[in-house]
């Protein structure tokens, strides 16, 4: 078994797929952070911006939108980052991936908000914070703490949605799992427990350190 | 809206009869004006042409059975609950619809809720010096020796660094007030800050109330508490199904109610 290590660029490819997550997830809870802003503002019209990004993006493959990010964006609008195509790949996979986990960290944000009294946001507006203001100091703040658990959730999913990348040609660990059993059969069961132990280990301690920061950071009442 | 005089009942100054209990003013200076305020929830008229001066140190009690309004009356005077006609003035100042403008204006507005509302996720002294380092822009030291020094004032200096959740509800109620201050209101309102107090921690908040009452804070309190009223108030407003009943001196009122409706919700909670 040792040897597909040294055959397949294995180390490679699962930082490749450690780096998809990362970034993603980074993008995603800025992305999904702003939409959140928009989705709980007064202003009625980036209300529906925002609905409306949510419905559509959630409820799109994300098969579709990695490829869409690969022949709308590259091929077609020509919106190349880099010279590299493997490189040019990667960063649009990770906007495909960003956009469309931003969608699910809305809504956990969006149900973070809800577990913040009314009067949290009535306190901060009648000391005179302006709508920006208590949305950064008081209502964010608590959101966040409250949406812990479903941030995580959308994290683990995440973390293993990074293996649509692989249909834009992004070299990530499914991606290497294929082209390792198609030269390598005999070792098919060891190829799969590979992969499989490498998501658990990154997905694991996601649950583990959600699980213990929102009894930690709970917002007593 | 043109700005009638109304009943001068409404707008007396000075209370006639006995002397006023607390802070006498000796010229009234207008310190929140409503003018024709109407309101509506759904079909509900839950404020009905609310004409109402409150005078600059004036301590101003409003009382009516549940549902009469008062809450909204109070919620009104700094925008957290909209109206649909009418005018109020805050120093001069009418009330902004929304914005900076208004956020400006809220400032100078202390506010006390039923429910403390302190921020849960701050500590007690993150609590006060919020407001006067975001709006006011003071630095920290300055709002941290201030808030200390209202928390002495209130009685709960020892809790600074606690978290609102470790507090029993009165001394939640008394950072809350603090928090009001910090800000250094020209008004403060209060919607039924002891409501939702058990028993044995009401007198510790009225306490608060009528010290402040007594060192010339404008203030509008929403109560049941009888005894504040008698106490601290300058004026009584009855409010009964969105209207301004009636308004008297406590005294005055606690006696010879003129109202029938006055007289029924006296003989209510009076009788026990």
Redesign the interface.
């Known amino acids: 078994m040792g040897d597909l290590f040294t055959t397949f660029n294995v180390v490679g490819a699962l930082g490749i797929t450690l780096l998809l997550t990362l970034f993603s997830a980074l993008g995603a809870l800025v992305i999904g952070t702003l939409v959140a802003i928009m989705r709980v503002s007064p202003v009625a019209f980036l209300n529906t911006v925002g609905a409306a990004f949510v419905n559509i993006v959630r409820n799109t493959p994300l098969t579709l939108i990695i490829v869409f990010c690969n022949i709308g964006f590259i091929t077609n609008l020509g919106l190349s980052v880099s010279t590299d195509i493997a490189r040019n790949n990667l960063v649009w996979a990770i906007v495909g991936l960003s956009i469309y986990h931003a969608a699910f960290v809305c809504e956990s944000l969006r149900s973070g908000v809800n577990t913040v009294p009314t009067g949290q946001a009535e306190a901060a507006r009648s000391i005179g914070l302006t709508f920006g203001q208590s949305l950064g100091a008081v209502l964010l703040p608590q959101a966040f703490r409250g949406a812990i658990t479903p941030l995580g959730n959308t994290l683990i999913a995440l973390t293993k949605n990074t293996t649509v990348a692989t249909a834009i040609g992004v070299a990530e660990i499914s991606g290497l799992m294929k082209e390792m059993i198609e030269f390598r059969s005999d070792l098919l069961i060891p190829i799969f427990l590979l992969v499989a132990f490498y998501f658990v280990l990154l997905t694991l301690p996601i649950g583990l350190v959600t699980t213990h920061l929102s009894t930690k950071l709970a917002v007593k009442r | 809206m043109p700005q009638e005089s109304t009943d001068p009942s409404t707008h007396a100054a000075v209370p006639e009869g006995d002397e006023p209990p607390l802070a006498a003013q000796s010229v009234f200076e207008p310190m929140v004006v409503m003018t024709g305020v109407n309101k509506h929830f759904g079909p509900l008229h839950v404020l009905r042409d609310i004409d109402l001066t409150i005078g600059r140190g004036e301590v101003v009690v409003v009382l009516g059975p549940s549902g009469s309004g008062k809450s909204t009356l109070c919620r009104a005077i ?1 925008r ?1 609950e909209t109206f649909e006609t009418g005018t109020i003035t805050v120093d001069g100042q009418a009330l902004p619809e ?3 403008a208004l ?9 006390v ?1 039923q ?1 403390f ?5 701050k500590t007690i002294l993150d609590n006060i010096t ?2 006067p380092i ?2 006011r822009r003071k630095s920290k030291a300055e709002a941290e020796a201030k808030a200390r020094e209202l928390l002495d004032r209130v009685g709960v200096g020892e809790q600074a660094n606690k ?4 507090l029993s509800g009165g001394q939640q109620q008394r950072v ?1 007030i603090a ?2 201050l910090a ?1 250094e209101p020209k008004v403060m309102l209060f919607d039924e800050p002891t409501s939702a107090l058990d028993p044995e921690m009401v007198n510790e908040v009225l306490d608060v109330m009528t010290e402040l009452a007594r060192s010339g804070m404008t203030m509008v309190v929403v109560t049941h508490e009888m005894g504040f009223a008698r106490r601290a108030a300058n004026r009584v407003v009855f409010m009964a199904e969105g209207e301004i009943v009636e308004v008297a001196t406590p005294e005055e009122f606690f006696t010879h109610p003129k109202s029938t409706r006055a007289k029924d919700f006296l003989s209510k909670i009076l009788t026990h």
Do not use: T
Request: glycine residues 10%; positive net charge; without cysteine.
């Open positions: 700094n957290l929304e914005g900076k956020a400006q204006l809220r400032s100078d507005v202390g506010m809720f429910s509302n302190l921020f849960a996720h919020l407001g975001k709006v978290f609102p959740a470790q809350a928090r009001s800000m």
